[in-house]
């Protein structure tokens, strides 16, 4: 067996040398392991950005507190964060981005923000990391952490057809938000093209009367709870794709522009439902789901809002004839690039806002 012999001393071995020189490199490596130390614990945010490190979920994140907010209608925006791929980082993660140009244009856009004001409540999950939450809040968002209900045994039958919808029943939660008479409930990739407070008294923002249609004995027998016998949810059907102006309607409502009346009770019938395996179609779960409910043959069919108030997959002849909303990721413009100009001039404008006001 061959004997590997070191001609001269190395830099990283200790043994072999005399006790003084043995202590002297060890006081050297101990200071480089402390200045490693010290570098990585204060490059933690920027490590993030390369490794997929996910936030630990504590039991006291940054919550706003309502208690003080006396107005009756609130903008509610979803933020469903994915710990796997945004972690710490706020520049490269597009929704959070998506979130702060939305509370710019509903509180301080001159063109696009309520008049008096109306409080924007950001719904953030059990992932949203802290410093997430601090610079939303700064914005002058308040923030709720909506109950968690992807680990719930009963809905383990939900399988999303995309990983990032796996929290997507957690929207429910501005059900419970009762001390508001309305909500309008909007996703985080809407960019506003003018003002939309006015839809909430729009013609369809009425509390209606459920119909009193028995409920299948399926779905009664399965624990699910009566239904609400006062509901208001208004949304918009269509159109996906390339479309032209006025686009046609359809049967099915996107959630993600959604007018409603919180209720405890609705919350409860939604998630009871949500817990009988195989009612509806499990791939976008919250959607689906919503849409089964409130299908226009059942005991709470939803209204159609005025399609001028927001519009799915937008053109640019949608933003020329003053559709006021565009569910559309600015990031990543899909359907219309004629749009991306006036995505980014919103994103920019948002960033200038603050900038000013940092420098003041």
Known sequence: ??????DKESPFLLTGRSPRKRRHYSKCLLVILAIAALYFTTQLTSIGTFLTITPLVTTNRLQSNLANVVNKHAFCIFMDSDPIVYTEDQSNDPYFISV??????LLHNKATRSDPPI????????VTPDSKRYQLEADGAFIVEAESLSNDINLQWLKPSRDRWIRALDRLHAFKLVQFDKILLLDADMV????????????????????GIITPARIEESGATPTPTRYLLAANSG???????PAARGTRFSPSFLLLSPSID??????????????????????????????????????QLDPDWTVNSPTFSDYQHGIRSLHEKWWRVEHDLDLREIFLDIRWRMEGHWLAREST
């Not at 702060?100 to 244009?105: E, K």
């Not at 817990?275 to 226009?296: Q, Y």
């Open 1 to 6: 067996m061959a004997i590997l012999k070191h």
């Open 266 to 303: 609705m919350y409860a019938h939604y998630l009871s439902v949500a817990k009988v395996a195989d009612s509806f179609s499990p791939g976008a779960p919250d959607t689906n789901l919503l849409n089964h409910i409130h299908r226009s043959d059942g005991n709470m069919p939803w209204k």
């Open 239 to 245: 159109p996906y794709g390339n479309h032209t102006y």
């Open 100 to 105: 702060r140009m939305l509370i710019y244009q």
């Open 192 to 211: 506003l093209v003018k003002r939309i407070d006015g839809v909430f008294n729009s013609p369809e923002s009425d509390v209606m009367q459920s119909l």
């Open 119 to 126: 409080p924007v409540i950001v719904l953030v999950t059990a």
